[in-house]
Structures are given as structure tokens and as C-alpha cells.
């Protein structure tokens, strides 16, 4: 057992010093010993919140590679760009450091056996930061699930809808990741906030595994009106002919025979939603008006149905995740509905006790091969791609994942 | 103009008994002169009624083609099995009838190219009875999209997400065609009820097409334990695999670059819904929480969206269709919320007046190709496959769909 676990953090943008600030620095038992970012700035921000925090001086870098052979370095998180995650994940996982790191999607099938076969040759773990995973909502319909209340599942489907077109539009400004990638890529390019609950759900990897995908990809519309708009015609960006389209539509085929609906949604005006929706033999589940519907206690020909929406909350109380009803009496903390917490919690935890993660790189190289295979899809008219079998056969044996093992 | 309109209804089960009584029968301006039915119990219950109208006894017959050449008929209301709408269809133009065909999808895209043809060589027009064209809600966000509310369109979705079990499972006994469907296909049966709004959103063979679809199925799990419960074992359709899967979710790809995706979803427990959603660089609507968003007016990040659902009734008075706002002054009549009056009206008016039909062979045989096209598409394990330009180059110079215009 690590008394305290000595912890590098790489990646310091919005995201980095959000983590850092609201869940790392404040966690019992755990030490920001290095910060790392390519912008001198930033990196220097991070080392005085660090010291704000009564933390003694970090070791501050702009090259990852000088914190890899640090001995007070135990564990690392990884929040730098998409490009960057396998390359850093692989080399701190050969460095022997408990690795952490930032959702996104693969560039190519060929990087995420890079990331499986690192952890197969090193024993090192690595877990992707999938907080979605601890969504109350999709912890709760989990639950349900786990104890059959949906019946056998059959289909689901999730979004990244989300709009972005501010973050995006900007981003070179802000030296955001999002501005290149929209610019030279078409396809899937952020599923696993939506993908990882479903994942859970369908035990994939653990019991089941995702087979094939098709991918249709919208024209892209809505950052160049954007942009005209907010920046009018002088401005470059206004010219630039943005790859990725608005909005892009995958279809998952499962081993057990459920499909998975998942759409990007970033480039257009909307409310934020992970279009959670699960469906079974006995009921569904739906996000986008929080209802819950069982049969033989709900009435399919009920036209007033609206009048049901937000229902799902009469089933709190029975089916809280026993996860969420802990953390409720502790308090909730950290950003995003408190996920980010919960998933942060679930690394330490396993630092600390030399476990394996919840959420592991066969998990992460699965997930996230649905953005390289998207965009092959996407390229050749939505034609279907095989998902690779990460696991060479052990998904039809691993355990169901389960939020509270990890604990 | 024709004072009376002598009319044919052929195809008695739920579908058209519930027309005749409600849509047909008590229309000013229109007989009913013959009744057809294989089943003899149907076509005399169906002449008692005309009878009980107030009407002259019809002729009454097993054997549509005895009404092919009665000069006592005018126009042709279709509403038999699907295998057999474009036959009937077909031959009712060849012999001159005004032609009206229930909605359905087909078997083969020869099928729908012969619909094509037929109107070509005959010059009769034939109409597609598809009623949702006529929702009330549909033609609020048709009307918002021509006055550019919503901005560029850039995608769609709609689905048939209807509860069917009881229908299907008892099919034979009730002697439905979607029993032996369920038994037999497996792709997107069903596809018009959404697609027809979609359609008409989105200018399709009318300055736009469909180009290319891939369709997934997931398993087929809900029939069987709804059987198995609902029967017991002994019954011998609890025994029998459906093919149909539970779930079907289509992508299908626009030449202006629309994306579509539609879902059947009819053997599982839930809530109905024709799933209608609309977003573009302005703004986008969506049915399952009758929810407007829009662009400078609502905000991206806000999280209490849940208090705006069923907020597109705010905008009711500015953008009710103007059909809908003379249909309500005139009284809501017939089934399906008025839809079913509406979409006979414009029929009876184009036979009235000799003129042309809204909804034509050429959107019938686009829509109804969905089905065939995404059979093959779920068989090649989700393949995309070409849509043909049934117009032949037309949709590049024809006119909108526009709902008042027909009347």
C-alpha cells in the first residue's frame, strides 16, 4: 500500500488544470511531484497551483520524457492532446509508472495493439478516464440492467452532442487539439463518453465484444456559418473548408447480437446530451426525457406518455448504484457532475494498492478503434469495417465490469 | 370536376374498415361503389356499412380484377397486404383508376421501378396515403424549415417505434400480413411514416435525393419471450425464430449531404414514437421531448434543459402550418390525429379536379426502395447500397412539396 502516491501530471490545457485544481490536488494521499506541458505558460501555472495547495515545488518540464526515469514519480495522467495519449500511455507504461489518461478516439487500429501489447509485455496497467463510466444516471441504469429489470438488451445508443463550435472555431487561438483534427478528419472522433456506459451494459470485453461498424458522416455546415458569422469573411478560418461533418452516425454490431447507435453531434446549435437510451425484452431506459418504460406496467398506447416524462426519477431510491449512494453521503466532489472524481478515485485506489484498473487498455484500445474505423467507414460510403478481438479470446471469459470493485 | 367520386376500396382488415367508416364514408362528394376482400366476412361487413351510410348497395367481390373495368369507379383506395400493394396499384392505373395505396415498404427495387413505369406509360396518377406527411407537428417543423428557422438542414432522424408484439405475435389468428413478414425478412420494414416528413424537409425528389444506405439489425429476441409468456411454450409460434431483428437502424446519405438515420424499433416494450428530429446551423426540433432549440436564443450549456421540454408548444401560434390552422377552424376529423382525413382529402381533390397527386410514384417508389435496399444491406452485414434516382434526373428542376397546394 502507497501512503502517498507521487504523481506527475502531463497536460495542462482546460482539461489538465481542471483535474488537477478540483481533483487531484485536493485528494488525500496523493502529491503532484511533476507537471508537464509543450507550453512554457501553462506548465508554470500548474507549479504555482501546486504550491498553492501546500504542495512542495514540483519538477516542471516542456519534454514528458524527462519525467519517465523519475523515481518520484509513481503514477502519471495524461491529458495532452488526442495525437499524443498512446505515444505517452506506451512510454510511461515501459517506465514502469501506474498510467492514467485522457478519453479519445485511435488514428489507427494499428496504435491501440501498440497500447495492449505495451501493458502485455510490461504488466504495467494503464486506464483510460472514461468518467462517463460514473455517470449517476448510467451507473443507475447499470444497476437495473444487473438485476434484469430491462430483460435481455438489445439495443442502444448514445451522442456526443455537444456544442462545440465555440471551442472548435477558436481553437488554434487556444491552442486547442479540436481545430486540426476538424479540419483534416471525418468520422467518430469522440465516442467513448457514450460508448463506455454502453460498454458496461453489454458487458463488452467481458462476455460480449463489439464485431463491426458502418459510419455516415453529414456535410459539414455548421463552423464555416459559424464562423462567417462571429468572425465575418476577413478572418482565415472563414475560408477553411472544416473535413468533419456535423454529424456523424455509426451503427456497432455486437457478438451477442445487439446493436449500438452512436452519434457525434459538435458542429451544430443544440442542448448538450449523451442520448443515452438502452433497450430490453422488459423495458428501456431514454436520456433525452429521463423516462423510464417497463412492461406490463407502462402501456405502449398511452399517447400521453409526455406526461411521464422525467419518471426515471421514481426509480432512484430502488436503483441508485450503490456507488452513487456512498458518494452521496460523503458528498459529491470535483467537476462534471462528479464523475471526474469517481473515475480519478478508481485510479488512485488501484496506485495505492497495486490493483488492476477498472477500466483497462483493452477496454481503451476497443473503444477508441471506433474512431480510426469510423473514419475508414466514413471514407469508403459507409462501408462496414471489422472491430478488432483486443482481448485474442479472453472477452469469453473477464468478469462483467463492476463499478464497485474497483473501490 | 367530378361532383361524385365513385370509389373502389379493396383491402378490409383493420386498416381499411377503420378508413371507410372514418375518412371515406362520411365524406361529402364521394360513393363507395365496390368493396374487395379476400375474406368473405370482411367485404360483407364492409358492404353493410357502406349501406348503413346511406349509400346504394356496392358492388361486392373476392377478386379485384372484377373492379378494373366497372365504369361505376373513378378511384382506387389500396389498403391490402404489403406484398400486394404495387401489383394492385399497377394494374388499377393500367385500367385508368385514380390510384390510392397504403403505405408499406417493397420487395425488390423492379417492384418499384414497374410503379414508375406504369405511371409513365398510363399517365394516371397514384398517390401514396402516407398520413404523417399530414402530422400536425410534422408540418410546424416543415413550416419553420421553408422559412429558414432551423437554417441549413444537415440531419434527420425519424423512426417506427411502435410496440407491435400483440399485432405480430397473434398475427396469423387476425389473419395479418405482418406475422409472415416477421417470420420471413429482416431489415427496415416500415420505413415511410418518418421518411415522408423527412422527405419533405429536405426537398427530396424535389432539388435532393436519397444516394446510398447502410442498414444493421440487431437480434431478434422481443417476439420469442413475449410469445413464451404471453402463450406458453406449447403454442407453436413460441417455437418459431423470427427473422425480423428487434431493432433496425438505417444511415441514409443525401446528395446535398444530408445524413438520415431511421429505426425500427417494434417488438420491444415502450412508448410510441415516430422519433422526428430536424437539426440545422440555426436550429433543430425533436419529438421525444417536443423540444425547439434555437440558435442565440437558447443556450448551449445550459443544464436545466430538461425544464424547456415540450417547449415547441411556445412556438405553436408563430409557425402552425397553414393547413393545420384551417383544419383546426374547419374541426379535426377521422383517426390518427386528423392525419388520415387530411391525406384522403388531398386524394379525393386530385381526382376531383383531374390533377396531379402530392404525394407521386416517384416519392413511392424512393421511400418504399428503403425497405428492399436495407434487407440487402443487413444480409451483406451492413453494406451500403446504391438508391436509385427514380426521377431520372427530374428531382433536379421539380418543386417542393408543398401541403397547400394540393388542396
Not at 506527475?8 to 482546460?14: E, F, P, T
Not at 514502469?96 to 497500447?115: F, H
Not at 471525418?186 to 453489454?202: F, K, S
Not at 398511452?302 to 422525467?310: H, L, P, S, V
Request: aromatic content about 10%; some cysteine.
Amino acid at each position: 500500500m502507497l501512503n502517498e502516491i507521487k504523481t506527475a501530471v502531463v497536460g495542462l490545457g482546460n482539461r489538465g488544470m481542471s483535474l488537477l485544481k478540483y481533483c487531484i490536488l485536493p485528494r488525500e494521499g496523493v502529491r503532484v511531484t511533476a507537471v508537464c506541458d509543450v507550453y512554457e505558460d501553462r506548465r508554470e501555472k500548474a507549479a504555482q497551483m501546486v504550491t498553492e495547495a501546500g504542495q512542495p515545488a514540483p519538477f516542471v518540464t516542456g519534454d514528458y520524457r524527462e519525467i519517465l526515469n523519475r523515481s518520484d514519480v509513481d503514477a502519471v495522467v495524461i491529458m495532452t492532446a488526442w495525437e499524443s495519449h498512446l505515444n505517452l500511455a506506451c512510454d510511461f507504461m515501459k517506465a514502469g509508472k501506474y498510467t492514467a489518461v485522457e478519453v479519445g478516439g485511435a488514428y489507427s487500429l494499428d496504435d491501440c495493439w501498440r497500447l495492449v501489447r505495451t501493458y502485455e509485455e510490461t504488466g504495467v496497467p494503464c486506464m483510460m478516464l472514461e468518467n462517463c463510466c460514473y455517470g449517476r444516471d448510467e451507473l443507475m441504469v447499470l444497476n437495473m440492467v444487473r438485476q434484469g429489470v430491462l430483460g435481455e438488451i438489445v439495443h442502444c445508443q448514445g451522442g456526443y452532442r455537444h456544442d462545440l463550435r465555440d471551442e472548435i472555431s477558436f481553437g488554434r487561438e487556444n491552442r486547442h487539439y479540436r481545430f486540426r483534427n476538424y479540419l483534416g478528419r471525418n468520422g467518430e472522433n469522440y465516442p467513448t463518453h457514450e460508448l463506455g456506459p454502453i460498454a458496461n451494459v453489454l458487458d463488452i470485453n467481458r462476455g460480449n465484444r463489439m464485431v463491426s461498424l458502418v459510419s455516415v458522416a453529414s456535410k459539414a455546415a455548421g463552423l464555416h456559418e459559424f464562423l462567417l458569422r462571429e468572425k465575418g469573411p476577413e478572418y482565415d478560418a472563414s475560408q477553411m473548408r472544416f473535413a468533419q461533418g456535423d454529424v456523424v452516425t455509426t451503427i456497432i454490431k455486437c457478438a451477442r447480437g445487439e446493436t449500438i447507435c452512436l452519434t457525434l453531434d459538435t458542429t451544430l446549435p443544440r442542448f448538450y446530451s449523451r442520448g443515452f437510451h438502452v433497450q430490453g425484452t422488459k423495458g428501456m431506459y431514454m436520456e433525452d426525457n429521463h423516462s423510464i418504460f417497463l412492461d406490463g406496467q407502462d402501456n405502449a398506447y398511452d399517447f400521453k406518455w409526455k406526461e411521464k416524462w422525467g419518471n426515471a426519477e421514481e426509480y432512484r431510491q430502488q436503483y441508485e448504484h450503490p456507488v452513487w449512494k456512498q458518494y452521496l453521503e460523503e458528498g459529491v466532489r470535483g467537476g462534471h457532475d462528479g464523475m471526474d472524481w469517481l473515475v480519478l478515485g478508481d485510479f488512485f485506489h488501484a496506485v495505492r494498492t497495486g490493483g488492476p484498473v477498472p477500466i483497462d487498455v483493452y477496454d481503451a484500445a476497443a473503444w477508441m478503434s471506433i474512431t480510426c474505423l469510423s473514419e475508414q467507414s466514413v471514407a469508403l460510403g459507409g462501408a462496414p469495417m471489422a472491430i478488432p478481438d483486443f482481448t485474442n479470446g479472453q472477452w469469453l471469459s473477464r468478469a462483467p465490469w463492476d463499478a464497485e470493485a474497483a473501490r
